[in-house]
């Protein structure tokens, strides 16, 4: 099993510009950025564009908004880093497409066996959304349940699990 990086923060606290960082010190040949974000609007394409101009032209990157596990598996070779921005995007794309909370908890079982099975490292980035307020609808309420349950299952097989706050990385699992 490949070394799996998860990288937890709130909006705007740095995880994604860590991420780059990691994925840049490893040793790797290849590095391939899996983006599940979904372009609805125009905010959202400007943000797209601005994450793709910080990573340059050195990265390979495929949009998957719903077949992550799969991705992984076909791209988790060695000689390469792979670097999931992010898994909270996923988890909302899967909840709003599936419409089931125990189909989304499946899915996040399949994304689990996946990047344990990864020859690649895998640096994953996700929000930490269970700090806040309860969410006033039961959808919100479903996905930051789903969201927990993702960070969880992910940080259970992360070999490293690092929290940002302002910018600043709190390893809260070291890596071996």
């Given amino acids: 099993m490949a070394h799996l990086t998860l990288i937890l923060g709130g909006c705007r606290s740095g995880k994604s510009s860590l991420a780059l960082r990691t994925a840049h010190a490893a ?41 992550l596990p799969e991705a992984l598996a076909e791209h988790g070779r060695e000689g390469r880093v792979i670097l999931v921005d992010c898994l909270t995007l996923w988890v909302s794309n899967l909840l709003l497409e599936l419409e089931d909370p125990a189909a989304v908890e499946r899915r996040i079982a399949d994304l689990a066996r996946a990047v344990q099975g990864s020859a690649a490292p895998v640096i ?4 930490e959304v269970g700090l806040g307020v309860v ?15 993702a960070n969880q299952s992910m940080a259970a097989c992360a ?18």
Wanted: charged fraction near 25%; hydrophobic fraction near 45%; aromatic fraction near 6%.
């Fill in 135 to 149: 969410p006033e609808s039961k959808l919100g309420r479903q996905f930051r349940d789903l969201a927990g349950l």
């Fill in 27 to 67: 040793a790797a040949e290849q590095r391939i950025f899996i983006a599940t974000a979904v372009a609805f609007d125009a905010e959202m394409q400007d943000r797209i564009k601005r994450h793709q101009a910080e990573r340059g032209a050195s990265w390979n990157s495929i949009e998957v908004p719903l077949a």
């Fill in 124 to 127: 994953l980035v996700s929000n």
């Fill in 159 to 176: 070999h490293e699990v690092i929290l940002t706050v302002a910018g600043i990385p709190v390893v809260i699992k070291p890596g071996n």
